[in-house]
């Protein structure tokens, strides 16, 4: 199998404890965030990843080029600004297979990739993470069957099932929508996830957002640990 890892995130939330790097190229011990993603990508399998770039991409290449260990590494560069969505669409006409594990590339979350699985009807499959007590993040509700049925937007919840940013989507999941060039991918699936019939499944695993400084810090320690 094959992912698309969106590695072009500018760090301006960090910008007072890493110097001026991509997101996913912040250092946790001495290796960069995005290195720990790869490897977790390699213990499940993932023979071929496209890496979304576009801030400082060169930083990238320059340290991976085109291979990590048995993973074969593909660029797919921003020359401007294109959102999540439009990163996403762009890295898919380099897509091989008619599936794709989708991966935010300043999040890490330990769930075991082959445990998402499309049904015949759905474009797209979202990883769920409970949390309790947060304001950082909004919800997704789901029924009894795995179906999403609403996008909760941020507020402080005492309990809730955040996105946990890994996704398994059908390549022709923006196939018969008129879009921007530069677009979200959490508002495109916020608005159409009765069209593409998403799912979702929770995972009580682990999870480490790198976006905030405090949580960088936090993740020098655990994820160091838990590779």
């Not at 790097?21 to 023979?47: S, V």
């Not at 890496?51 to 085109?66: A, D, H, M, Q």
């Not at 999403?148 to 059908?170: H, M, P, Q, R």
Request: aromatic letters at 12%; a negative charge.
């Amino acid at each position: 199998m094959e992912a698309i890892v969106l590695a072009g995130g500018l760090g301006t939330r960090l910008r007072g404890v890493v110097s001026d790097l991509p997101k996913p190229m912040a250092p946790i011990g001495d290796k960069p965030f995005l290195e720990y993603i790869l490897r977790y990508l390699q213990n499940n399998d993932i023979i071929r990843v496209i890496l979304s770039v576009g801030y400082k991409w060169e930083t990238i290449k320059e340290y991976f080029r085109n291979k990590f260990e048995n993973i074969e590494l593909i660029y797919s560069v921003e020359n401007q600004p294109l959102g999540t969505g439009g990163a996403i669409k762009k890295a898919m006409s380099q897509v091989k297979n008619n599936q794709v594990y989708i991966i935010n590339g300043d999040t890490f979350f330990d769930i075991d990739l082959k445990s998402l699985s499309l049904a015949n009807d759905s474009k797209l499959i979202l990883s769920l993470k409970p949390m309790s007590n947060f304001d950082r993040y909004g919800c997704v509700e789901i029924d009894m069957n795995g179906m999403v049925t609403a996008f909760i937007e941020k507020d402080y919840n005492e309990y809730g099932n955040i996105n946990g940013g890994i996704y398994l989507a059908s390549r022709d999941i923006f196939d018969g929508f008129s879009l921007e060039d530069k677009f979200s991918f959490e508002e495109f699936i916020k608005n159409n996830f009765r069209k593409l019939k998403i799912r979702a499944k929770v995972f009580d695993y682990y999870f480490i957002d790198i976006g905030i400084p405090e949580d960088y810090t936090r993740a020098q320690e655990e994820l160091i640990e838990h590779i």
